[in-house]
């Protein structure tokens, strides 16, 4: 019996297991943040396997290669993983068998030799009532609802990408605008002044036009302000240093269009059936279900068989003992009460994710029609200056028309320019709105739940 004891100890030992150190070091991190740059191997892999192929030359740094930047860099992504392994990790636990248990009760009787009497008792619980089978029901619901967790968070990761990026190209584009604005301001202002000085005009005229200039120029200087802050924003969205946007060309050209109108019934659907919160939402009440079940099977008492031996002084006798909890004080239905109350709020909370998209999709919809009509406006307008700009072209070139009066044009033309780029803005945030609304525009696939393993194990430095 010791030698079985001895190998039975062993046996248990080999099978633990032991505790790796990971410490977290502020130093080693911050100095692995500030290396993380656009050229990583393991990230242009990443963004390889995930994208479309670029037949081996350097990707296009678009929207969708930059969404997968974020994916892989963002640590909002990392602790949704997290959570997401967390409860992968309990299906495990959820799996687990009760372990049997063994008592060893030596005796000693001074009065009659042999004076050792030698027993020992097992203990074997028996799950009953399908126990194991609703616990693993639960995990794997839970696991589900930490996936789908995953999912919004890479939703909102793109959200957040995107929103920089167009902030980015806004910014960019009212600059380039401006100083177009600018350049025809100061030709008024040049010609204001030579008739000032031949005495046609009055300096009040001119002191506006300085105004209007001076006006123009601030304006210059906030839309370089916001590309600073637009360009650190879209840094933040994808996880990475400022400085690691140094040099890179940016693609703008999904910006450049407006797409046609969206079929309303279609989008609506698509944000009441398949929203990352709304998958959520609805395994999480999967997994109250479950649990409601679990309690209400642990009504019924497991069994723990305890069969025994005992060497008595020179006598062998066996025994077997059945242990039942007798359900007499409470049948657990404290328990199956609560159970059955996070059920029902399980399912008010997916109502009411679900009522919260459709009053998005809704408003998200309503917004994008009216910047869409707000576009076509714009456009027109655009045409009408552009027919004016080319009349007015004709008669100076004919000697019809006095320089201030073409000049003015074109400053007319410019901000006919910097209202549509306005209105084609509006356009393009109303369908980002649209976008994270119904969550349909970039198709997130398995591969893209998983960082690269050179991201995976610098995270756990």
């Not at 030698?118 to 126990?131: F, Y």
């Not at 789908?148 to 910014?171: E, F, I, K």
């Not at 890179?248 to 797409?259: G, K």
Request: hydrophobic residues 45%.
């Amino acid at each position: 019996m010791k030698c079985c004891l001895i190998l039975l100890m062993i046996g248990l030992l080999a099978g633990c297991a032991r505790f790796r150190p990971a410490p977290l070091s502020p130093a080693r991190s911050a100095a692995a943040f500030d290396a993380r740059s656009l050229t990583d191997t393991n990230l242009l892999a990443y963004v390889a396997s995930n994208g479309p192929a670029s037949g081996g030359k350097s990707p296009v740094w678009d929207l969708d290669a930059l969404t997968l930047v974020g994916f892989y860099y963002q640590p909002a992504l990392a602790e949704a993983r997290a959570q997401w392994a967390l409860a992968r990790a309990g299906q495990i636990t959820a799996g687990e068998r009760p372990n049997p248990s063994v008592t060893f009760t030596p005796e000693y009787d001074s009065t009659t030799p042999p004076p050792w009497i030698l027993g020992g008792t097992w203990d074997i619980p028996i799950e009953t009532a399908g126990k194991r089978g609703r616990r693993q029901e639960e995990a794997q619901h839970l696991a589900e609802a930490a996936r789908w967790n995953l999912v919004g968070t890479m939703w909102q990761t793109r959200s957040a990408v995107r929103t920089a990026l167009l902030d980015l190209y806004a910014a960019r584009e009212t600059e380039s605008r401006l100083a177009a604005q600018a350049g025809a301001q100061s030709n008024v202002v040049q010609l204001l002044e030579g008739q000032l000085a031949a005495g046609s005009v009055a300096a009040f005229d001119v002191t506006q036009a300085r105004i209007t200039l001076a006006n123009v120029q601030l304006a210059i200087q906030d839309a370089r302000h916001q590309r600073l802050e637009a360009r650190g924003k879209l840094a933040d969205a994808l996880g990475l240093p400022a400085r690691a946007l140094d040099g890179v060309v940016l693609d703008f050209s999904c910006f450049r269009s407006v797409p046609a109108a969206l079929p309303a019934p279609q989008v609506r659907r698509q944000a009441a059936l398949h929203r990352a919160d709304i998958r959520a939402a609805l395994a999480e009440y999967a997994a109250r279900q479950s649990a409601l079940q679990l309690e209400i099977a642990r009504q019924y008492p497991d069994i723990h068989l305890s069969p025994g031996y005992q060497l008595d002084q020179t006598d062998n006798k066996w025994s077997l003992g059945v242990t039942v909890t007798l359900p007499i004080l409470n049948q657990n239905q404290g328990p199956i009460a609560e159970a059955e109350a996070q059920r029902k709020q399980a399912a008010a909370h997916f109502l009411a994710v679900q009522a919260r998209a459709m009053g998005e999709i809704d408003r998200a919809l309503t917004g994008y029609r009216a910047a869409r009509e707000q576009t076509v406006g714009a456009d027109t307008l655009v045409q009408e200056l552009q027919a004016r700009m080319a009349a007015v072209r004709a008669r100076q070139q004919a000697g019809e028309l006095e320089p201030l009066a073409a000049a003015s044009a074109r400053v007319e033309f410019a901000s006919g320019m910097l209202a549509r780029l306005d209105a084609r803005l509006k356009v393009q945030r109303a369908l980002g709105q649209l976008e994270d609304a119904s969550q349909s525009t970039f198709k997130v696939t398995p591969t893209m739940l998983e960082p690269a393993l050179g991201q995976g194990k610098e995270s756990a430095k």
